[in-house]
């Protein structure tokens, strides 16, 4: 992987303003196209950007409040107006299906299959994976929000450096082994002994590629667990950190220096705010100021941006 | 009435182009606005236009088909978390209530009232009235789709001309008739004489301020029926006329000519076609053309554009 881009396409909350569409963002790694979350007019931002809504492979509802999830229904539509032929994977809290059948009830005549995945509620602090698939794994946690929210890490097994064929072969890893210590995976042998990646690669990055995206919610544990040591954390800064934070935590929402906290205490390397409330255009630079002071290396989202991540 | 005002949202047919968005039209009689469908991505137009989504009065929704109606849920949720207070009127057919349902549970706890009017599927040839409502009358009637569309027919009594007290005197007529009469409607007394507005009215113009709104239909005898005589007939114009009738009626859709013809026949004052194919992107010119064989005073609608409509 050359590099993992990420494309912001909706950033506002709630209600969109003149610059800020509703919740989106466009991931792609070279071969998937991604979406995180999917608010009404999505699929216009897709034309803008240049990429056919029938390139979509993924999308990723983290929770069913109409700002990030009315514009699914006619990016399906658009997608069967516009022939196309391949399956596409929606997951989400468990309601979705219900959603999306009422409004296209010619799902079953659909030229293209719609995989729903329903995520039931669980209240575990460990992510659980929701997709594995050659390179990429999904997993999800659920955060603090007034409905079941869930927060997605996207994990890259990517390699993480020069493979030492020798030192493997001198320690006797079977070759079926290599691929998945190359690229991060820790392994467990037959013979009990415990491998990690750092036995065998001459490393240049610690772990998968891996981001983190919240959709809504108050600062949270879970979030600082799922977004531990990642490249990227997209947290929600739907208020300055002006506000009182009981006042925002009780509406299951973060502030930006909220934000700024979790992405230091999980270790983050970067920081993306977005979910921005509309009492804010044009007052981005104060709210950045706000979150830089706990931490860093953030960033404030604007629609259409991209951020290009580079693994090494 | 100084003037009525239809402003195009969004004027493309099925999916969105770079230049037209999905499905809808604004209008604004000087005291309500009115929006005609409200395709995915209504509530961003009304933000370009400048117009608040809380100052929407009615929405008539032609038929079910998403392109028409997913900008719905969204519009409503954007009115509740903008503080809207006032009632909203929504008309459609059977199923709207159920599809708005699934999207937006928490309808019930909305802070204004939704008042849902599902239409019942009628066959009848005339023009069924909906709302009636001082000087605004609403009906509809039935057009030839893929599935229950209903043609819209708007209908503001506004005074014809110069009323003749001396006249109505003259010939006896209750005072309690005289603005009816003023307006545009035929009385009957109670003994027995029909009176109509040419008796006791210098006109200047010759009935009630009328415009009509297909949706999506083959030409059809029941358009002709509610447009007769219409100041402005806005009609799909899916396809040009170079396509095969068969082929484009059989899917309930019409070509450029065909809505000329309609147009023609109903011997409406204007025609405007909307819902123009994304296929003829830049190739508005020669739709036009076509049309205008046909029918001379047509034009072709572009997002965003206003027609100011004079009633004298």
């Known amino acids: 992987m050359k590099w993992l881009i990420i494309q912001f396409l909706g950033t506002s909350a709630g209600t969109p303003t003149r610059s800020r569409g509703l919740p989106s963002v466009l991931v792609y790694d070279g ?114 929000h007034s409905t079941t929210n869930f927060a997605y890490r996207l994990r890259w097994y990517i390699p993480l450096g020069k493979f030492k064929p020798e030192v493997a072969k001198k320690l006797n890893i079977p070759t079926r082994y290599w691929k998945l210590l190359h690229t991060g995976h820790v392994v467990t042998l037959e013979d009990g002994r415990i491998i990690r990646p750092e036995d065998v690669v001459e490393l240049r990055r610690r772990q998968p590629l891996t981001i983190v995206y919240t959709g809504d919610t108050a600062p949270c544990e879970n979030v600082v667990e799922i977004s531990k040591d990642a490249d990227v954390l997209i947290h929600e800064a739907t208020f300055s950190g002006d506000e009182k934070p009981e006042d925002v935590w009780s509406q299951g929402h973060s502030r930006t220096i909220d934000a700024a906290n ?11 705010l977005t979910h921005i409330s509309a009492r804010y255009e044009g007052l981005e630079d104060k709210l950045l100021e706000e979150a830089r002071r706990y931490f860093k290396n953030t960033y404030i989202a604007y629609d259409l941006q991209k951020f290009y991540i580079e693994p090494y």
Chains 1, 2 share one sequence.
Request: charged share 20%.
């Open 262 to 272: 979790i992405a230091a205490r999980a270790n983050v390397k970067m920081l993306i």
């Open 31 to 144: 071969r998937r196209y991604i979406l995180l979350d999917c608010g009404e007019g999505t699929q216009y931002r897709l034309l803008q950007v240049g990429v056919s809504v029938c390139r979509i492979d993924i999308v990723l509802i983290t929770h069913l409040h109409g700002d990030h999830v009315f514009g699914l229904p006619g990016l399906i539509s658009s997608m069967a107006l516009l022939g196309r032929v391949k399956n596409l994977k929606i997951f989400g809290p468990v309601g979705l299906l219900d959603m999306l059948e009422s409004c296209i009830k010619f799902l079953n005549t659909l030229p293209f299959k719609v995989e729903i995945f329903e995520i039931e509620d669980f209240n575990d602090t460990n992510p659980k994976i929701i997709l594995a698939e050659d390179d990429l794994e999904i997993s999800c946690i659920k955060t603090m």
